[in-house]
């Protein structure tokens, strides 16, 4: 197929030196179309690439065409774009979703693009105990205060990252069944939110992650994710009495219902198992997520996802995610992933989601990676490639720590984009 786009394009390049390139039509524009012959086809690749040559000028409703990641400039990423569109790898340009500005679809029906850090934990799976809360939420305000100063909109937060403290279990090992919260933890996350929502900020809820399946932990709730019964006990006990206090809060961004849980799915159905605990079959991980997903839309109006381990996941290699009743989506990126998947370069369109996606997960220092850039700049060219927000770890992850590499980068990008960084 290439070989024939590349062929065609060349025939075609001979005719178009005859054609002039200001083409324009009546009516609305139709991304891609550039010589307005209701088909987006080779001559459409070839005249966006005379453009970027030099030897013709696009104008008028060919220049809005030809700009299919509608970002205001036709660029090598447009004939990137077209190029993929026929070559059959994607279905739609990234332009399509960005009518009223990129973003996730937020409770309020508007867009929203979440541009911040993680806060991952302070206390593993005791953040929200009332012992100590009076220190440890100081510390919490004092920290929102900086990120708001900062530009921080988002934060996303781990709730119950190994099932193990919070919530309360019958029992230690599998099978037990989950009884109820520690005592004022749901009015401590709602003292959390009204603070954040305070600052301009919104928190992203983690529920849990791969780590409730590590073997070196003394209690042992993984059958959340192939019990039915376990996770029953689990969303009625410890779920339902977050969301009805959280369900509608404004200091909400979204529900995250596991992260990364790729490295606990089983190798035969494309899992990556760390090897320090238990997996599961495919099947399983996926009725987990969307069971979950079904009931937290029960009572929560915010929306929902989960934070996949790299993009690889998220249909840039393989599909395991669609159809689960998410969203959005969220995928993670550290520099180990950039040669094979980097958003810079790839259009958020050519994953073919059906939603939204962010990248719930970024590197902390991108200036000193392979990308070489800073976040305003990576931003920008995600932005302009159809993503949808984008979190930095880490805010509190020691040698993880994203604090020294933020600067204006989020204010600068967040005041170009106030429609929908907010």
Same mark, same amino acid.
């Given at each position: 197929?290439?070989?024939?786009?590349?062929?065609?394009?060349?025939?075609?390049?001979?005719?178009?030196?005859?054609?002039?390139?200001?083409?324009?039509?009546?009516?609305?524009?139709?991304?891609?179309? &550039?010589?307005?012959?209701?088909? #987006?086809? /080779? @001559? =459409?690749? $070839?005249?966006? %690439? !005379?453009? +970027?040559? *030099?030897?013709?000028?696009?104008?008028?409703?060919?220049?809005?065409?030809?700009? &299919?990641?509608?970002?205001?400039? #036709?660029? /090598? @990423? =447009?004939? $990137?774009?077209? %190029? !993929?569109? +026929?070559? *059959?790898?994607?279905?739609?340009?990234?332009?399509?979703?960005?009518?009223?500005?990129?973003?996730?679809?937020?409770?309020?029906?508007?867009?929203?693009?979440?541009?911040?850090?993680?806060?991952?934990?302070?206390?593993?799976?005791?953040?929200?105990?009332?012992?100590?809360?009076?220190?440890?939420?100081?510390?919490?305000?004092?920290?929102?205060?900086?990120?708001?100063?900062?530009?921080?909109?988002?934060?996303?937060?781990?709730?119950?990252?190994?099932?193990?403290?919070?919530?309360?279990?019958?029992?230690?090992?599998?099978?037990?069944?989950?009884?109820?919260?520690?005592?004022?933890?749901?009015?401590?996350?709602?003292?959390?939110?009204?603070?954040?929502?305070?600052?301009?900020?919104?928190?992203?809820?983690?529920?849990?992650?791969?780590?409730?399946?590590?073997?070196?932990?003394?209690?042992?709730?993984?059958?959340?994710?192939?019990?039915?019964?376990?996770?029953?006990?689990?969303?009625?006990?410890?779920?339902?009495?977050?969301?009805?206090?959280?369900?509608?809060?404004?200091?909400?961004?979204?529900?995250?219902?596991?992260?990364?849980?790729?490295?606990?799915?089983?190798?035969?159905?494309?899992?990556?198992?760390?090897?320090?605990?238990?997996?599961?079959?495919?099947?399983?991980?996926?009725?987990?997520?969307?069971?979950?997903?079904?009931?937290?839309?029960?009572?929560?109006?915010?929306?929902?996802?989960?934070?996949?381990?790299?993009?690889?996941?998220?249909?840039?290699?393989?599909?395991?995610?669609?159809?689960?009743?998410?969203?959005?989506?969220?995928?993670?990126?550290?520099?180990?992933?950039?040669?094979?998947?980097?958003?810079?370069?790839?259009?958020?369109?050519?994953?073919?989601?059906?939603?939204?996606?962010?990248?719930?997960?970024?590197?902390?220092?991108?200036?000193?990676?392979?990308?070489?850039?800073?976040?305003?700049?990576?931003?920008?060219?995600?932005?302009?490639?159809?993503?949808?927000?984008?979190?930095?770890?880490?805010?509190?992850?020691?040698?993880?720590?994203?604090?020294?590499?933020?600067?204006?980068?989020?204010?600068?990008?967040?005041?170009?984009?106030?429609?929908?960084?907010?």
């Amino acid at each position: 197929m290439k070989k024939c786009i590349g062929l065609v394009l060349s025939a075609v390049l001979i005719i178009l030196t005859a054609i002039p390139s200001s083409v324009s039509a009546a009516g609305t524009v139709k991304l891609g179309d &550039v010589d307005n012959d209701n088909q #987006v086809s /080779a @001559l =459409d690749l $070839a005249a966006v %690439k !005379q453009h +970027l040559l *030099g030897t013709s000028v696009l104008t008028g409703n060919a220049y809005i065409a030809a700009d &299919v990641n509608a970002n205001g400039e #036709v660029e /090598a @990423l =447009d004939f $990137a774009e077209i %190029k !993929q569109y +026929l070559l *059959g790898k994607i279905t739609r340009f990234s332009g399509e979703q960005q009518q009223t500005g990129i973003g996730i679809t937020w409770m309020d029906g508007k867009k929203l693009y979440p541009v911040g850090v993680n806060y991952a934990w302070y206390n593993w799976s005791y953040e929200f105990s009332d012992n100590n809360w009076a220190s440890n939420f100081a510390r919490i305000k004092s920290d929102i205060d900086t990120m708001s100063t900062k530009g921080v909109r988002a934060l996303r937060w781990w709730v119950f990252p190994d099932l193990a403290y919070g919530p309360i279990w019958s029992g230690a090992n599998e099978g037990s069944l989950c009884t109820g919260l520690p005592d004022k933890w749901v009015d401590h996350m709602k003292e959390t939110c009204d603070y954040a929502l305070s600052k301009n900020v919104k928190i992203y809820w983690t529920i849990t992650s791969f780590d409730c399946a590590r073997n070196d932990d003394s209690v042992d709730h993984d059958d959340i994710i192939d019990n039915p019964v376990v996770l029953q006990s689990f969303l009625d006990n410890a779920m339902k009495p977050i969301l009805q206090k959280l369900g509608d809060h404004q200091g909400v961004m979204g529900w995250d219902i596991i992260n990364e849980p790729e490295w606990i799915v089983n190798k035969a159905d494309n899992g990556e198992p760390n090897g320090k605990g238990e997996s599961f079959p495919l099947s399983a991980m996926r009725n987990y997520i969307k069971t979950t997903c079904a009931y937290i839309h029960q009572y929560a109006k915010q929306p929902v996802s989960f934070g996949s381990a790299n993009m690889k996941w998220l249909g840039a290699q393989y599909d395991l995610w669609d159809d689960l009743g998410l969203d959005f989506y969220d995928f993670h990126w550290y520099d180990w992933a950039t040669p094979y998947f980097n958003p810079t370069t790839t259009p958020a369109s050519s994953l073919n989601l059906d939603k939204p996606v962010i990248i719930g997960e970024m590197m902390p220092d991108a200036k000193s990676s392979s990308l070489g850039m800073t976040h305003k700049q990576v931003l920008d060219a995600i932005y302009k490639n159809g993503y949808a927000g984008y979190l930095l770890w880490s805010w509190n992850d020691g040698a993880y720590d994203c604090k020294p590499y933020i600067g204006n980068d989020f204010i600068d990008f967040g005041r170009e984009h106030s429609d929908v960084v907010r």
